[in-house]
């Protein structure tokens, strides 16, 4: 196997910067923080925030070289609608399964969501139409982050089924002790966080595929607020989840 000198990165995976030398035939690598892997953006402190803020920009730009569509008026609003979920939600979502979801990574999904929505509908700002009045005229079937969700739990559990090293590293935990102040956010926190279980149950209810799809549904639907649905419904809608 021959090396590419000047393909091959170096990049440590550390809270902290490490500065390291490594040579390969005599030339130094290049030492990087970023580097961008079957279209995914890995980082050295394992954040994943840049790659969401990457991939909405890209879906940014692919809502403007289809502008077209949106001010078609032969076009109704269901098919726009459709047309938005087909085309730029997966740009948006790609690699959504390894991503962890923070507060302010939740609220840019959302934000960006709704603008796209806006644009789809020829809303300006100066129309004063709040968020829930657009939801209420479309009428979507599945908000994104909720997308974003239902793709990292389906993948969750195919993980934890899969029974190799991905499944080892699930569970897996480095010796020593955690450094002072506050523990990063973690990609199972997402998982325990939405099913509110542990990773130990997840796992072992993800062996029953049915069991682990009903889960993944009743995740997505127990906010209501979050589905876009009108008010006569969210007032109507209870729902009593037990696990």
């Known amino acids: 196997m ?4 000047k393909k091959t990165k170096v990049m440590v995976a550390a809270k902290q910067k490490i500065d390291v030398t490594i040579a390969c035939n005599g030339v130094a690598l290049e030492q990087v923080d970023t580097f961008r892997y079957l279209g995914a953006l890995i980082t050295e402190t394992g954040d994943g925030s840049k790659e969401v803020v990457t991939r909405l920009g890209m ?3 692919t809502i403007k070289s289809i502008t ?6 032969s076009l109704t609003s269901q ?3 459709r047309l938005m979920e087909t085309l730029i939600w997966p740009v948006a979502t790609y690699a959504c399964e390894t991503w962890t979801q923070k507060a302010a990574d939740q609220k840019r999904i959302t934000a960006f969501e709704m603008c796209a929505y806006r644009r789809l509908l020829r809303i ?4 004063h139409r709040t968020n829930q009045s657009i939801l209420d005229e479309l009428q979507p ?13 389906q993948y969750s559990g195919h993980i934890a089924r899969a029974q190799g090293l991905p499944t ?3 569970h897996g935990y480095n010796d020593g002790s955690r450094s002072r102040g506050r523990p990063r956010r973690g990609r199972t926190d997402d998982i325990k966080d939405w099913t509110r279980m542990s990773v130990p149950a997840c796992c072992s209810q993800a062996q029953d ?9 009743s995740c997505l639907v127990s906010d209501p607020q979050s589905r876009g649905w009108t008010k006569r419904e969210r007032q109507s809608c209870k729902f009593t989840i037990t696990y």
Request: proline fraction near 0%; charged fraction near 40%; charge should be positive.
């Open 2 to 5: 021959e090396i590419n000198t």
């Open 141 to 153: 079937n599945r908000r994104l982050f909720d997308e974003v969700k239902r793709q990292k739990l």
């Open 209 to 217: 595929r049915r069991a682990w799809r009903s889960l993944v549904s």
């Open 59 to 61: 879906a940014r730009t």
């Open 68 to 73: 077209c569509f949106w001010e078609d008026r």
């Open 79 to 81: 098919i726009k609608r």
């Open 168 to 170: 080892s590293v699930l």
């Open 124 to 127: 300006s700002w100066k129309d």
